[in-house]
């Protein structure tokens, strides 16, 4: 009996070490789709074109398709201002029991990136 309730436990938690894994590989991909996305918009500050950067980067583990994609810069972007790439993905929690803790059986995972803009326009290669 004993043996059974440490291999459950034992079990739950590789399984949430698992999970966690990858959670934070779908951390990486989409922070690496906001930095791509900056770096885009210091040459190209057409909003939709760097959303489209963005969720054409990858494709996995992340389908950027299904994310939440934000552009902000200050009004009159210009040469020098500082441009910011946030994308929001719910990464849904497999893990048994944890997906009752967290409530909705997802967890938002958020990047964000910022660059300087180098040329100023919206005309975009």
Sequence with gaps: META?????????LAGAVDFGMG?????????????????GTICQNSGKIITRVQTSSTRP???ATTTITVSAPSGTSQGQPLTVT?????????????????SGTIPIRASATSTIIKSTTTCP
Excluded: C, H, K
């Design 24 to 40: 934070f590989f779908s951390f990486v991909a989409i922070r690496d789709a906001a930095q791509e996305g900056a770096l885009y």
């Design 62 to 64: 992340v389908n950027l």
């Design 5 to 13: 309730i440490f291999l459950l436990l034992i079990l739950w938690l």
């Design 87 to 103: 994308v929001i993905y719910n990464y849904p929690v497999s893990t048994p029991l944890i997906s009752t803790f967290v409530g």
